[in-house]
DNA sequence: AAGGCCCTTCTTTTT
DNA sequence: GAAGGGCCTT
């Protein structure tokens, strides 16, 4: 019935598990999509299990679109083969267990809306404010990452630290911030995860249902799940203990969104019992890709080691081209591309371009358009974060519950209709005066106009102005769930005179007008699932769920995004130190990890060539500055590459004898000019075995001044100095090549 | 109240 | 080099 005979060893084993916890370590390429849809398949089919048993998660909606697809295939193409499976995104099942249970245990009701990112960080900007902080010494976008930063960690707002000051200030806005989350019935990205496993976790009446009803709970991309993922996860299988996890350390790569692939050492710690298995056969690169990406990847710590192998042999060299600028990477690129095409070795379809930053596809795009070729993009700006977007969704959910604050605020400022600061402080006053929203105020203009109790409160323009507001309110607001969504949408869109407001001079008009089509078309797609869906699903879609599906033109897209996919050729651009490794990494060995790794799921995207590609100077700011090759080209065996373009720096041109933190080391290899070839170490002094500068220190470096000793310690027989210098700042230095004069 | 202009300030990655 | 904030004018 499921088709196993195609399988090798460790995968059929994945596949045909026993019950009880198991860890599939599953290399690039090895087939993990395979094992988990064939699991499901084998579980359904094989093991006679009802689907309405499983819960299978999956880190974007996209992968649980194509898995369902494919399991339902594997059982006979009949859709209904899979009816009541628990299939998606972790964000997606909370918000569904929250919405189903919201009424009867938690502070929110069902109806509570999701807000992203935008809407977290202006709400914080809001609480400072409030608090008087000036938000040039506490950035907004700090307290946020540190408020999520504690959710993903399961701390709540009273038992956040206060033994700093701007720990207090932190904590005082988080305290601030859920209260106004709940006070608009609202919660954030987070709040889905961390309500959900509070839920559970003070419930355990909740707890047994789930976690009996899911006989199997099976959890993709296990490395990048964060405390409040791991923990949900336990809780909704701790009956039964089937718990089928898949996934590879070392394509973790969103640590910064919480995420621990430590989780994988955990898992085995939690429970001793499962069983492991590791996927190493790579069906997908030539040796040669694969060599280069575990010669960068082996020297990460902390992990498992896999020996990847494939069977399809060496394969093409990987090329690596240095440009003069940045302008002239990505024209390489293109005809690159070009000429591949031409000579018809490849196809458009084939290729990926690949880089750090999504700013780095502007060139590109400009590359593409000068040479008359297609391209398509993924991610960039978000489709759902755009202006337009974000205005027309604000209406429809007011539409939906006028009590919504955040969205009213924002709606009623677009298009202006002559209600500014003063009276929207006044509408908030009443309402608070009056213990009831700013909505509900407007509802009571717009639909008694001077009978109002509120009329008198407000002097006589800005009364008008509301009330005008407040009529049309009405009229969206009880129209919401008795009309076709396509239906409010026109008249929300009519009756604000948005294309008129948006389709003004600037060429940037039409491109939005066609955004708000594009939503149009969406909303059309809804029209039996009505209006709450629609906003349900727009909240919990994310870029790498709009990648288009054509294969007809290359694809441009970030590192980040090209996680789970593979292309026959790939190009990874801006291999430069400050772009990868990005600058922000520079200081902190764990984030320097991760960039590794960031560059290691780039390489592995690609079955058949590589092209790394630099150029010399780039475009920061507005001026050009120099670059310097990105330490992890330097980690690729000189005899995997190709050169090509300029010739590369060498290292002794590098720095002062300065690198930076948990990366290359000077005295790794040294390579002669232009030739592709190494050489061995060169500026070695002799072992050093006690270190010559001691923490307090004063010393003097010849080019950033002064600065103070923090750390020293004997690495691979020479000094590592950690100075803090007044001019730049915590620099890591080897003592032999910094020429650090001791002055006390 | 709203729009325009000039200033600064940054730039990772995204469910 | 873009985007947002502050300040000015209408």
Redo the contacts with the bound molecule.
């Keep these: 019935m499921v088709d196993l005979t195609r399988l090798n060893s460790a995968q059929h084993q994945a596949v045909t598990a026993p019950d009880g916890p198991v860890l599939v370590l599953a290399g690039p390429g090895s087939g993990k999509t395979r094992v988990l849809t064939l699991r499901i398949a084998y579980l359904v089919g094989a093991r006679g299990i009802s689907p309405d048993r499983l819960l299978a998660v999956t880190?974007?909606n996209k992968a649980a679109r194509v898995m369902e697809e494919r399991v339902s295939q594997m059982l006979g193409g009949q859709k209904q083969a899979l009816d009541g499976i628990w299939m998606g995104?972790?964000?997606a099942m909370c918000a569904r267990l929250l919405r189903r249970e919201a009424r009867d245990h938690l502070p929110i009701k069902s109806n509570f809306i999701i807000l992203d990112?935008d809407d977290q960080e202006s709400l914080i900007?809001r609480i400072l404010k409030e608090m008087n902080i000036n938000d040039k010494t506490v950035k907004p976008?700090s307290v946020h990452a540190a408020i999520s930063t504690a959710k993903n960690e399961l701390i709540d707002p009273q038992d956040y630290p206060s033994s700093n000051y701007r720990d207090q200030i932190v904590r005082r806005a988080y305290l601030r911030y859920q209260e106004l989350l709940r006070e608009n019935n609202a919660v954030d990205?987070d709040d889905l995860l961390l309500l959900s496993v509070r839920l559970l976790q003070a419930n355990d009446v909740l707890r047994r249902h789930y976690s009996r009803r899911f006989q199997h709970v099976l959890v993709d991309e296990f490395q990048d799940t964060n405390t409040a993922q791991y923990e949900l996860v336990r809780l909704l299988s701790s009956e039964n203990k089937n718990l089928f996890v898949v996934g590879d350390e070392d394509q973790s790569i969103y640590r910064?969104?919480g995420a621990d692939f430590r989780n994988v050492l955990r898992f085995e710690q939690d429970y001793p019992g499962c069983v492991k298995i590791l996927l190493e056969q790579n069906y997908r690169s030539t040796q040669t890709v694969l060599d280069a990406a575990r010669a960068v990847i082996d020297k990460n710590r902390d992990r498992t080691r896999k020996a990847l192998f494939s069977e399809r042999g060496a394969g093409e060299p990987i090329q690596f081209h240095e440009a003069v600028d940045d302008r002239a990477e990505a024209q390489y690129v293109v005809d690159t591309i070009v000429s591949m095409v031409a000579s018809g070795k490849a196809k458009p379809g084939d290729f990926a371009v690949m880089y750090r930053?999504?700013?780095q596809s502007r060139l590109l795009e400009e590359a593409f358009l000068r040479s008359g070729q297609p391209y398509r993009l993924v991610?960039a700006q978000r489709f759902y974060g755009r202006r337009e977007v974000k205005d027309l969704i604000a209406y429809l959910r007011l539409a939906l519950n006028p009590d919504d604050e955040l969205s009213l605020l924002r709606a009623i400022?677009v298009p202006?209709?002559?209600?500014?600061?003063?009276?929207l402080d006044g509408l908030r006053a009443v309402a608070a005066q009056n213990r009831t929203s700013p909505g509900q105020v407007l509802l009571s203009l717009g639909t008694l106009g001077e009978e109002s109790p509120f009329w008198a409160a407000f002097r006589g323009r800005?009364a008008a102005m509301l009330a005008d507001f407040g009529a049309q309110l009405a009229g969206w607001s009880s129209a919401a769930e008795n009309i076709p969504l396509p239906i409010l949408f026109d008249r929300i869109l009519d009756e604000i005179a948005y294309r008129e407001y948006i389709m003004d001079e600037s060429e940037e008009g039409q491109d939005r007008w066609d955004n708000v089509q594009e939503l149009r078309r969406i909303a059309y797609e809804y029209e039996n699932r009505g209006l709450a869906a629609f906003l349900e699903n727009i909240a919990l879609v994310?870029?790498?769920d709009t990648v288009p599906e054509n294969q007809e033109a290359p694809t441009l897209l970030?590192l980040?995004?090209a996680k789970g996919l593979e292309f026959a050729q790939v190009f990874i651009i801006g291999l430069d130190e400050g772009i990868l490794p990005?600058s922000?990494?520079r200081d902190d060995p764990e984030?320097m990890a991760e960039e590794r790794r960031l560059f290691y799921v780039g390489l592995t995207r690609a079955k058949d060539r590589l092209y790394l590609v630099r150029s010399l100077r780039r475009s920061?700011?507005?001026s050009y500055e120099d670059s310097l090759p990105s330490r992890f080209v330097e980690d690729i065996p000189a005899w995997l590459l190709k050169h090509s373009g300029q010739r590369r720096t060498s290292y002794t041109s590098r720095g002062f004898g300065a690198y930076s933190i948990g990366g290359y080391a000077p005295q790794d290899v040294t390579w002669a000019a232009g030739t592709g070839q190494a050489k061995p170490p060169s500026q070695q002094a002799g072992p050093v075995v006690q270190p010559r500068y001691q923490p307090n220190y004063r010393v003097r470096h010849p080019v950033w001044g002064e600065g103070l000793v923090v750390d020293s310690r004997i690495i691979d027989g020479d000094e590592t100095v950690d100075v803090f210098f007044d001019s730049v700042g915590f620099k890591r230095l080897v003592a032999s090549l910094a020429n650090l004069e001791i002055i006390q």
């Design positions: 880190f974007t995104t972790f964000h990112s900007k976008s990205f910064w969104r930053t999504n700013a991610g400022g202006p209709r002559g209600i500014g600061d003063r009276t800005g994310s870029d790498q970030t980040h995004a990005h922000r990494s984030e920061s700011y507005g």
